[in-house]
């Protein structure tokens, strides 16, 4: 199982990039996938989990407005939508991959625990 981020770099507040997830070795339409992040000096954070069945849930509340989450079975990607970027969404972002059978979706919470594979990662700047 391999994760790879991308699409991250420098944006001024307000913008809208995407992020994208390309996964490898596995089929992400039959895994959990979790969007982290980390802000420099602070401790990773879920974003929002999107599971086999499409359902997403937000764990930070700031984003729910702002963030969509989307995939592409065909390219086996997962893509973070990120619209109205402010500069406290500054971060180096991580997808993560968890395979649990049957109809499980994902965890109430946000654990870094929960999920075994994780991408590189890649960095958000927001300027303000």
């Known amino acids: 199982v391999q994760l790879q981020a991308s699409g991250g770099g420098l944006v001024q507040a307000g913008g809208s990039p995407r992020l994208s997830c390309a996964g490898s070795?596995?089929?992400?339409?039959?895994?959990?996938i979790g969007w982290f992040r980390q802000a420099p000096g602070k401790e990773r954070e879920g974003v929002l989990c999107?599971?086999?069945?499409?359902?997403?849930?937000y764990y930070t509340d700031s984003v729910k407005d702002r963030f969509t989450v989307s995939r592409d079975s065909a390219k086996n990607t997962m893509y973070l939508q990120m619209n109205s970027l402010k500069p406290e969404d500054t971060a180096v972002y991580y997808c993560?991959?968890?395979?649990?059978?049957?109809?499980?979706?994902?965890?109430?919470?946000?654990?870094?625990?929960?999920?075994?594979?994780w991408g590189q990662g890649t960095l958000v700047t927001v300027s303000s």
């Open positions: 993560a991959a968890q395979y649990h059978s049957g109809d499980y979706g994902c965890p109430p919470k946000a654990y870094v625990a929960d999920f075994g594979s």
């Open positions: 070795g596995f089929l992400m339409d039959y895994y959990t």
């Open positions: 999107i599971g086999k069945s499409g359902v997403a849930i």
